[in-house]
């Protein structure tokens, strides 16, 4: 009964929570895909980013209360997104520069690859919990989130508002979802970066710059992961340990669509976020974890490659 009565409702706070892992589960699958490595520092790259996003809107904002409007909201808001971005694309670059090149110059083992991922993430999060304090932090508001339109619905809590907000995670998850599609199949980054995942060894002798090409992949994968960030922390508290829920969902997602598949962590996200909406109006909100974990096994178990199976090459 209940899910007939918010179908649409619960269908919208799935897409709006889907994109929010997809931006995240982009990071892992593009790493993936030229280093057949799972980055469990990208969890990390999550969280700075949405500190950028928030310490730029303090900066602008202030902690006064006063919410801006008009053109100085879209400017604040564009801002913040901006330094998120940049925050998390920063992190990114620094991982693979210090952390996970001087490892493939070596030709390590894929499990010190595993470990050194692992206790980048340790590192970064304790180290953000020591410089900002372990409290949640205050998210200035940027604009006023007011109504959009109403989703139909029935029963006492009625039809649901979508507010701006809401209109603005899902609007710039698809742009920046489909700008990254274009980048990939359209550019000469984007050949580089399917030359590699497919054979980096090959790709070299073709010319392509590997490092380079693996950088570049780090960093965009960041830039997501950090506008994914500064959206989050719109809705929820802002921590140094809010990046390791999201970020085990996101890789969820990422196994969902097809580890390795730009498409497929698209689609794994979305599809998760609506689960994740519906097993909570099925259950309760204690069983939404324990749902999304489900998933993984199920697909581990089932269909390893995921939905769109995989598209990886050796490593680089």
Do not use: C
Request: aromatic letters at 10%.
């Amino acid at each position: 009964m209940y899910i007939t009565q918010h179908f649409w409702e619960l269908l919208f706070q799935g897409i709006r929570l889907g994109s929010l892992y997809a931006l995240i589960a982009i990071g892992y699958t593009m790493v993936y895909g030229v280093l057949q490595l799972i980055n469990f520092a990208h969890s990390e790259v999550f969280m700075s980013g949405a500190l950028g996003g928030v310490f730029m809107l303090t900066a602008l904002v202030g902690t006064g209360g006063k919410i801006p409007s008009g053109f100085a909201a879209f400017e604040y808001t564009a801002l913040a997104l901006l330094a998120g971005a940049a925050v998390g694309a920063a992190i990114a670059f620094s991982l693979e520069r210090v952390a996970y090149r001087p490892l493939r110059k070596r030709h390590a083992p894929k499990l010190v690859y595993l470990i050194t991922a692992i206790g980048a993430s340790i590192f970064l999060y304790n180290l953000a919990g020591k410089l900002f304090g372990r409290n949640n932090l205050q998210v200035p508001e940027s604009f006023h989130s007011g109504k959009v339109f109403v989703l139909p619905g029935s029963g006492a809590a009625g039809p649901r508002t979508v507010k701006t907000l809401d209109v603005l995670i899902i609007a710039t998850a698809v742009i920046m979802m489909i700008l990254l599609d274009l980048l990939i199949s359209r550019t000469k980054l984007g050949a580089g970066i399917r030359a590699v995942a497919q054979d980096a060894e090959t790709a070299q002798l073709m010319g392509v710059d590997v490092s380079k090409v693996i950088s570049r992949t780090f960093i965009i994968g960041g830039l997501l992961a950090g506008v994914g960030g500064v959206l989050y922390a719109m809705f929820h508290a802002v921590t140094y340990t809010m990046g390791f829920v999201p970020g085990i969902k996101a890789f969820t997602a990422a196994v969902l669509g097809g580890i390795g598949n730009v498409r497929g962590a698209m689609l794994g996200g979305l599809l998760l976020g609506i689960v994740e909406s519906f097993s909570q109006g099925i259950f309760s909100l204690e069983w939404v974890d324990v749902v999304s974990f489900v998933v993984l096994v199920g697909v581990l178990l089932i269909r390893p490659t995921g939905i769109l199976g995989e598209r990886t090459g050796r490593a680089a």
